[in-house]
């Protein structure tokens, strides 16, 4: 299985913006679709967005759409999660997660490697 390590979480205020990042090793990332996830205390995790093995397809929760960007860089194996406007309700842990899949997968059950996340904290 690919080894996945996210970066880049801290604490921003509202409004503000963070880059997070997924490096991968141990396998070749373009046979992995790749997600983003954030659990906040007390709560399920959830899709936030998610990226095909080319890069070709995307999807985003609804919360999330026109705000935040997902991204892959296969030769240098990372995925990436620009994230735009942030809001309080995004402070949470955000997981990097992959499949080896031709879909787009959202469900946390479809993916069967994760990394060990990173956390967000947005101020109000």
């Known amino acids: 299985q690919v080894h996945l390590v996210e970066s880049g979480g801290g604490l921003v205020q509202a409004g503000g913006s963070l880059r997070l990042s997924c490096a991968a090793s141990?396998?070749?990332?373009?046979?992995?679709?790749m997600g983003w996830f954030r659990q906040a205390p007390g709560k399920e995790r959830e899709f936030v967005a998610a990226?095909?093995?080319?890069?070709?397809?995307?999807a985003y929760a609804d919360s999330v759409k026109g705000r935040f960007t997902i991204s892959r860089d296969n030769a240098k194996a990372t995925v990436s999660l620009q994230m735009n406007s942030l809001k309080p309700e995004d402070t949470g842990v955000y997981y990097c997660?992959?499949?080896?899949?031709?879909?787009?997968?959202?469900?946390?059950?479809?993916?069967?490697?994760w990394g060990q996340g990173t956390q967000v904290t947005v101020s109000s």
């Open positions: 997660a992959g499949v080896r899949t031709f879909a787009v997968p959202t469900l946390v059950r479809e993916y069967d490697t």
């Open positions: 141990g396998r070749t990332l373009g046979n992995y679709a």
């Open positions: 990226i095909s093995r080319s890069g070709g397809s995307i």
